[in-house]
């Protein structure tokens, strides 16, 4: 059964930093892996997609890495804004069940 | 990006009673759509997956006679909260896909569902 677990679980920083959220899976045949954001009391935004062959994927101040055989994924976030404050999901797709887990969750507060 | 869409966007209903909330992909074709439910301050637990012309298939732990779920085209799935208490107040949602494995998950808007 897939487990995926988020760390920190809470991040609180002034803004202009560059940032690291750490996203761990035990079951590294995934098919891809997404990272969401998720405004308080709303729904999911899509921030990033990796396949399963690529490395890293960027958007903008976003970077994902993924390392599959290591059960890992990292969002970095450079020069971070009040704009950036929300929850940060990440969920691998696993092979052998058609499914999107998600982690716990990185709630960031980034402060002026 | 692909467009998901939900149906109420919120809802309040008095306990014991029945509600639907309806799940479609406006642009695309979803053969599989999958229902999660949060709850505050926790992440997305899966709930169900639907597939379309076929039964839904539940997670461990979640009730199959009480969330009905129906995904009658591949357009559309609907969840039915039967019987509804104070307990099953969470917020909702869907995600709809073009296809399985490598594809994107596009995800609905939520449904947040009060019942008093």
């Known amino acids: 059964k897939q487990e995926v677990t988020q760390i920190p679980a809470a991040l609180s920083v002034p803004e202009g930093e560059n940032l690291v959220l750490n996203c761990s899976f035990t079951?590294?045949?995934?098919?891809?892996l997404q990272w969401f954001r998720q405004d308080p009391g709303k729904g999911l935004t899509s921030l990033l997609l990796?396949?399963?062959?690529?490395r890293e994927q960027t958007s903008g101040r976003l970077n994902a890495s993924l390392d599959k055989s290591s059960g890992r994924s990292t969002l970095y976030i450079a020069a971070s804004q009040p704009g950036d404050s929300a929850t940060y999901l990440c969920a691998p797709r696993s092979y052998n069940t058609d499914k999107l887990i998600f982690g716990t969750g990185t709630r960031l507060q980034v402060f002026p | 990006g692909a467009v998901v869409s939900q149906h109420p966007s919120w809802v309040i209903c008095k306990s014991g009673t029945s509600v639907k909330i309806e799940c479609r992909s406006l642009?695309?074709?979803?053969?599989?759509m999958f229902w999660y439910r949060q709850f505050p301050k926790q992440s997305l637990m899966l709930m169900a997956t639907s597939n379309e012309g076929s039964k839904a298939t539940y997670e461990q732990g979640v009730e199959k006679d009480k969330f009905l779920i129906n995904h009658a085209s591949l357009t559309l799935s609907t969840l039915t909260v039967t019987s509804a208490h104070p307990e099953d107040s969470s917020f909702y949602i869907c995600?709809?896909?073009?296809?399985?494995?490598?594809?994107?998950?596009?995800f609905g808007p939520g449904t947040r569902l009060t019942v008093t």
């Open positions: 995600s709809a896909g073009g296809g399985s494995g490598s594809f994107e998950q596009y």
């Open positions: 079951d590294s045949a995934i098919y891809n």
């Open positions: 990796i396949q399963s062959s690529q």
């Open positions: 642009d695309f074709q979803a053969t599989t």
